[in-house]
């Protein structure tokens, strides 16, 4: 823990408030060597309300010593603040009373409260530290300083004096006196076997399978399942592998990125025990807790299969026998992709079998449940509140086989495992010694286990020294299976209260069932809606938050159920006896659907065709032309319409448009049409009479003018 105290003003209060939120971090060292990193080194300068300067302190390999050996404390200072670290002074304090206890320890670590005296093993003078860098500084404390110390995790304290920050005046400075605490366990005990299961998991963004692209990045040489790998290798930590990973991968066949297929070798290659979580990590416990007969699976893979993807083979079916007896001509061969099935695509290769780890909260029921799920011999992993306390690895209640996890040393240890920062990580490591040395000290000679927490974005780094802070060289998990368990009794009551919350997932996935007949292949809706139901149900999901995961969910199958529809419409003018009204079928869904259009009449004054069927197309809406006779002049009746799949399941509820007829306007239209028509003929033909008579007076009047002109004139030309 660091404790700063700086005198007043806006500063110091912002110091006060950041030293209750700051994460504390703790350097560590083996005979006056510091771990790499811990050196002075520059680093983000603080931001505004990062105001502080951080103490840590830590002393042992990951704070374990020897009775009686010499080490060395290392302090490191960490300035967050905007100006210099002037140099001071630090000393480190042990002190004289054993935590006896887990409550003891937490007191310790979280409140500085501990019982006895504190006395002084070493101090040493700190140089200036400039702002937003920091500084290790070693202490080497001799073997007779520590000699008296029996076996016991004691507590040990830094305190930083002569400090300050600011300005150069001395109104301006401001004390910079801190305080750290840790751990010191001296163990000469040799410890028991100890084991540390592993889960490595993975959540797509879409809730169904990891894509081709986020496959390429977590497996990339800095994603997150590498370094799961990276983590694990060398150490016997048990791996709960969740299939969905591998199945994720193994479905782009060809198409699955190299560094995807190399990890799937790499996995199948260590050496460490291991086994299969159920796919997206599903809890069996709620599982059992809604009285499903079977643990839910994973329906098909086979919509994510691409045949392209996967290598072509020549398939000769046998010969038949002809009606005589004799052996037919031999069939033509085929050609065909081969393509894995769903137990090729989920097998985790060299899994222990029948092992669930659900949520800590198991019932004796529960038990009960996966026996029959899985068999008499299955094999659950539980914590150690699970059973009133006991911390055994192997135990059996009322039959059923236990893999017990020590709950206080896997909360820590799963802290340090997801610590990314180096020096921070040793108090947790320290902290994890000492739960562990208490849970020792608890069933001495007793194989423990050690469950991490679901996390999927641990650093390699990380995840392999809190391993290593724990498991040991020879563990085997089958062989701790076989070992001779002891007597529990189950202290859990009732499980989380997720009965009813299932039952409605199950609910929607029928009725998307009912609903998936409008499409060609139904397993393109119901596979992935199977998966993401299973992930809904998974462990990594806090109980308290199991509510609004599942509604979430159901806010999603409710968008798809109303996904086809017929959009609202305003009333529709139809303005003759007879006409097609246009009815819009909209479709969301990134398939063809084939629908049914039901409309039928609410006024026996309007004839409709009933039924009509048309295909959709993905991300669309299409104009149904429905057939419509009216019996009436004019008025305004209503059409019920809805939609229907090939198989009669209603997709949408019926709902009523009105229909605004108008028939008497195409008898008015017609008249109007007809009169202009026979006008415009009257008007033609009076216009060619007048044309024709205007043409006839006209060559008379000139054929008269060609007479005039041809007789002679009297008494001329004689």
Do not use: C
């Amino acid at each position: 823990m660091t404790v700063t105290t700086p005198e007043t003003g806006f500063r110091a209060r912002l110091q006060r408030l950041a030293r209750r939120t700051a994460v504390f971090a703790i350097a560590l060292s083996i005979g006056g060597f510091a771990v790499p990193g811990a050196a002075a080194a520059a680093e983000t300068p603080p931001a505004d309300d990062e105001q502080t300067v951080e103490l840590h302190v830590s002393a042992g390999l990951r704070g374990t010593v020897a009775p009686g050996s010499s080490t060395s404390a290392v302090i490191t200072l960490r300035n967050r603040t905007d100006s210099e670290l002037t140099d001071g002074r630090v000393r480190v304090e042990i002190g004289s009373t054993p935590l006896a206890d887990d409550a003891g320890l937490t007191d310790w670590l979280d409140d500085e409260e501990a019982a006895g005296d504190f006395a002084t093993i070493g101090s040493e003078s700190t140089e200036a530290i400039a702002a937003g860098e920091s500084a290790t500084t070693t202490i080497f404390v001799p073997d007779d300083t520590l000699g008296l110390l029996a076996p016991g995790i004691y507590p040990l304290r830094a305190e930083l004096t002569g400090a300050t920050t600011g300005g150069p005046a001395a109104d301006d400075a401001v004390e910079q006196d801190a305080t750290a605490t840790s751990v010191l366990i001296v163990s000469a005990a040799t410890p028991s076997l100890v084991g540390v299961i592993v889960p490595i998991t993975a959540t797509p963004a879409d809730g169904v399978l990891l894509t081709s692209d986020e496959i390429a990045a977590l497996t990339a040489p800095e994603g997150a399942l590498t370094a799961q790998l990276d983590g694990v290798a060398g150490t016997t930590a048990v791996l709960a592998i969740d299939p969905s990973i591998l199945a994720a991968i193994r479905v782009l066949g060809s198409a699955a990125p190299e560094q995807a297929t190399d990890w799937l070798t790499r996995l199948d290659e260590l050496p460490n025990a291991r086994f299969a979580l159920q796919f997206g990590d599903a809890d069996a416990g709620v599982q059992a807790q809604a009285q499903l007969p079977e643990l839910l699976q994973p329906l098909s893979f086979t919509p994510f299969l691409d045949p392209a993807n996967f290598p072509v083979v020549r398939v000769t079916p046998p010969p038949t026998d002809t009606a005589d007896g004799t052996t037919g001509p031999t069939p033509t061969p085929t050609e065909t992709p081969a393509l894995p099935d769903d137990e090729a695509l989920t097998d985790v290769d060299g899994a222990l079998p029948r092992i669930l780890w659900p949520r800590p909260d198991v019932t004796a029921d529960d038990l009960t449940a996966f026996a029959g799920y899985l068999g008499d011999s299955t094999t659950t992993i539980v914590s150690s509140t699970t059973v009133g306390g006991q911390s055994t690895a192997h135990a059996t209640a009322d039959g059923h086989d236990l893999l017990v996890t020590d709950a206080a040393t896997s909360a820590s240890l799963s802290d340090a495992a997801a610590e990314a920062d180096p020096a921070a990580r040793q108090r947790l490591l320290a902290e994890s010694a000492a739960r562990l040395f208490l849970a020792e000290a608890r069933a001495p000679g007793a194989p423990l286990l050690i469950g991490l927490d679901r996390d999927e974005t641990r650093s390699a780094d990380a995840l392999r020294e809190a391993i290593s802070a724990a498991d040991s060289i020879g563990f085997d998990l089958g062989a701790l299976r076989d070992t001779a368990p002891v007597a529990a009794a189950i202290s859990v009551e009732s499980g989380t209260p997720g009965a009813a919350e299932v039952a409605n997932l199950l609910v929607d996935e029928q009725a998307l069932g009912a609903f998936s007949t409008i499409l060609t292949d139904p397993q393109v809706l119901l596979g992935p809606e199977r998966i993401r139901i299973l992930r809904t149900l998974t462990v990594r999901t806090p109980a308290d938050d199991f509510p609004a995961s599942v509604a979430a969910h159901r806010a999603l199958t409710t968008a798809t159920l109303g996904s086809v529809s017929i959009p609202q419409s305003s009333t529709i003018q139809l303005i003759s006896a007879n006409a097609d009204l246009p009815i819009g079928v909209r479709n969301d869904l990134p398939w063809p659907v084939t629908v049914q259009l039901t409309a039928s009449r609410t006024d026996p004054r309007l004839e409709v065709k009933p039924l009509i069927e048309t295909v959709v197309q993905a991300n669309s809406t299409t104009r149904v032309k429905v057939p419509v006779s009216a019996r009436v002049g004019s008025g305004e009746v209503d059409l019920r319409l809805g939609l229907l799949s090939p198989t009669g399941v209603q997709v949408q509820s019926d709902q009523i448009i009105r229909v605004a007829v108008r028939a008497e306007w195409e008898t008015i239209g017609l008249g109007i049409f007809g009169g202009l028509t026979a006008l415009l003929i009257g008007l033609g033909v009076v216009r060619t009479v007048l044309r024709k008579r205007r043409e006839a007076s006209e060559e008379a009047a000139a054929d008269a003018a060609a007479l005039e002109a041809a007789e002679p004139k009297d008494g001329r030309g004689e």
